[in-house]
């Protein structure tokens, strides 16, 4: 049978639709579906990923494994997953690093935080500590800057995501203390120097960091939310300090998939996250990492993250850090 020009039109059309044509809500899912963290086994997303991953393939009666794809401050894994086929089977679970602060932070983008994305529903947010090596005798934030501004260019700060190299810039600059910043692939690495003395301090998620706070093995000075955390009612707001009024880096997180993912599937998604997000196991699971757990509609999500676009790029800037 020869088909017409029109004809022809109509099936390239189709073809480009790829996997999701024919995706159906109710048979979803039939096959595993994976979740992506951007950064590596043992940070706070990986955590709050697995404890999500689990709650999800239980409510949707499937499969769903964690795959973590670091590097390029979460820029491999959203492109991984902007590129991904949009039916439902790879989402992203992913924080503030690769939707608000690396447009600012990198020349070149890979991919686009909002076009590239379907959000469907955030999951909560991460408040950081400003934690220091035992040995560094400081035990407040005011300390830890006269320490700091007696001796220039001793102190350093280790940082495994946009939020750690942020913080610690805008840190720096308020304090008005010279202080070297050493990058790192990821959290965990960064922590196991901190603990080894080899970098004074970072700023770090309370997921990844708060056991190792907890077992003594580095100091926690102060919280990065602007007000007295509920669940770290001893940390002072690092706001509390003379000349930081204001100060208020907090990481969120939050699970999109790959543009053009059927509404019916991001729909499913999204009732089936709210769910985990306000359950009473999960909610104590997400707790137990310092995580504020809940959830919100996929519009919610696409408003979010273009108002922390514009938040993330004053933060940058204000910072004095330069895109690379």
């Known amino acids: 049978m020869k088909l017409n020009r029109r004809q022809l039109c109509l099936l390239a059309a189709l073809a480009g639709l790829g996997p999701t044509f024919g995706v ?30 689990q709650a999800l393939g239980e409510t949707l ?44 932070l990198m020349k070149r983008l890979p991919y686009d935080p909002i076009k590239s994305f379907a959000p ?32 220039p260019g001793q102190l ?19 304090a008005g203390i010279d202080m070297l910043h050493i990058p790192y692939k990821s959290t965990p690495p960064a922590i196991v120097d901190v603990i080894g003395g080899q970098v004074s ?8 960091g708060l056991a190792t706070v907890k077992a003594g093995k580095m100091r926690a000075l102060a919280v990065t939310t602007e007000e007295r955390s509920k669940l770290f009612p001893e940390l002072p707001p690092i706001a509390a300090t003379p000349g930081f009024k204001g100060f208020d ?17 991001v729909g499913k998604l999204n009732k089936a ?33 273009a108002t922390e676009l514009v938040k993330w790029t004053k933060l940058v800037k204000n910072a004095g850090i330069q895109p690379e």
């Open 24 to 53: 159906q809500a109710a048979d979803y899912p039939t096959q595993p579906i994976r979740l992506i963290v951007p950064f590596a086994a043992g940070s706070g997303t990986d955590a709050i990923a697995r404890i999500t991953a």
């Open 61 to 104: 009666k499937g499969t769903v494994i964690v795959e973590n794809k670091a590097g390029a401050n979460g820029a491999i894994a959203a492109e991984y997953v902007a590129k991904a086929a949009p039916d439902g089977y790879t989402l992203f679970m992913t924080t503030n690093t690769t939707h608000s602060a690396n447009p600012s």
């Open 120 to 151: 469907v529903s955030r999951m909560g947010n991460l408040p950081f500590l400003l934690v220091v090596n035992n040995s560094l005798p400081v035990k407040t934030v005011a300390e830890l800057i006269a320490y700091g501004k007696a001796r």
């Open 156 to 174: 350093s700060y280790a940082s495994g995501n946009s939020t750690g190299i942020v913080a610690g810039a805008t840190f720096a600059g308020m």
């Open 201 to 208: 301090m970072m700023f770090v998620d309370t997921a990844a």
């Open 249 to 265: 880096i907090t990481s969120w997180n939050g699970v999109f998939a790959p543009a053009g993912t059927p509404k019916d599937v």
């Open 273 to 305: 996250l709210v769910r985990i997000a306000s359950d009473k196991v999960a909610r104590e699971k997400f707790a137990g990492l310092g995580f504020d757990a809940f959830g919100s509609t996929s519009d919610e999500l696409g408003v979010f993250v």
